[in-house]
């Protein structure tokens, strides 16, 4: 689907506001897919579509975990995880976008993963640092988002576990696997305990 169509599509399915998020998603996700060597077509429209099912009903998104391939576990955990995998699905159903890469990235925008692809960090990022966010800690994710993308990911995914840490929410494991798989590839599991 060309860019222009892709953005066509999505902007009736979200608020002003998330509209506007996406767009700058996608600027973000443009300029760190171009500095990590990232194809730029498939970063723009996974940009464009990783928040498409933000504004489903808990029902459908629902009914969509129950009746697909989606992991069941995702309902026992809050619903926000859920827009990002149902997506995923959705894109394909509904408008014959079949791309692993571009599935795999929005699928896990929201948690990450073990294993992330450049392009998967490079959606996650530019959704954590988008010129609209304001969370503590973004400055210094974006200085080095400009040198290391991999050390910006592991500092992103650290903010969001504090984050929801202090709020006392629940984690879902995907959200850890990224932050350990992060944590061993920035310091080959030397960590301050050796670990
Ligand atoms: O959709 P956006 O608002 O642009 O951003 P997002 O999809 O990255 O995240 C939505 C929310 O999900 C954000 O407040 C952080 C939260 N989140 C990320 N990982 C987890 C989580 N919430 C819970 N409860 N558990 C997680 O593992
Ligand atoms: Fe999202
Ligand atoms: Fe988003």
Same mark, same amino acid.
């Given at each position: 689907m060309k860019i222009d169509d892709a953005i066509k599509v999505v902007e009736p399915f979200l608020t002003k506001k998330r509209f506007e998020h996406t767009i700058r998603v996608k600027d973000t996700a443009v300029l760190l897919a171009e500095r990590y060597n990232v194809s730029q077509s498939k970063a723009e429209l996974s940009a464009i579509f990783?928040? @498409?099912?933000?504004?489903?009903s808990l029902e459908e998104m629902k009914r969509i975990i129950k009746e697909?391939?989606?992991?069941?576990?995702?309902?026992?955990?809050?619903?926000?995880?859920?827009h990002g995998p149902v997506a995923s699905i959705l894109i394909e159903r509904e @408008?014959?976008?079949?791309?692993r890469d571009i599935q795999q990235a929005i699928y896990y925008h929201t948690t990450g993963r073990a294993n992330m692809s450049n392009l998967d960090m490079v959606l996650f990022l530019a959704d954590y640092m988008e010129p609209g966010r304001d969370f503590p800690g973004v400055t210094q994710v974006r200085e080095m988002a400009e040198k290391d993308l991999v050390r910006a990911c592991w500092m992103a995914s650290k903010n969001t576990i504090t984050f929801l840490m202090h709020k006392n929410s629940r984690i879902y494991p995907d959200t850890f696997y990224a932050y350990n798989d992060l944590t061993l590839r920035i310091n080959g599991g030397n960590g301050i305990n050796g670990d």
């Open positions: 990783h928040d @498409y099912c933000k504004y489903r697909s391939s989606l992991p069941k576990d995702l309902l026992q955990y809050h619903h926000e995880l859920w @408008y014959g976008i079949r791309n």
